[in-house]
Nanobody
């Protein structure tokens, strides 16, 4: 069974940086190179919303609040997705989930919508203090 395993969360002060990683385990059963991948934070009491996505053609999209601060990247050989977060703000505090949609329409699909994805990790907590 395919699993997405996130790591890299932690507690930082405002202005700090973190790098999240998401590894697809059972990689032989997961078509990573043919999947849409994304990161979706969920703050307490709020819904899960996408902030960054990367399609299998490496097309990248960001939600407006993180543009210029967050960078999504991947190492296909390692089946690993990353999210580098700079200039963190207290409003970024959330559980960050990695998500995948094998064979999804990464070009025109709603890749910043949590409903687009079919496989989810367990999340990694990011806490930003002021």
């Amino acid at each position: 069974q395919v699993q997405l395993v996130e790591s890299g969360g932690g507690s930082v002060q405002a202005g700090g940086s973190l790098r999240l990683s998401c590894v697809a385990s059972a990689a032989s059963a997961f078509p990573y190179s043919k999947s849409c991948m994304g990161w979706s934070p969920q703050a307490p009491g709020k819904g899960r919303e996408g902030v960054a996505s990367m399609g299998r053609d490496a097309r990248i999209r960001y939600a407006d609040p993180v543009k210029g601060r967050f960078t999504i990247s991947q190492d296909i050989a390692k089946n690993t997705l990353y999210l580098t977060m700079n200039s963190l703000e207290p409003e970024d505090t959330a559980m960050y989930f990695c998500a995948a949609r094998p064979y999804g329409d990464c070009w025109s699909g709603p890749v910043l919508s949590s409903g687009f994805y079919t496989i989810w990790g367990q999340g990694t907590q990011v806490t930003v203090s002021s």
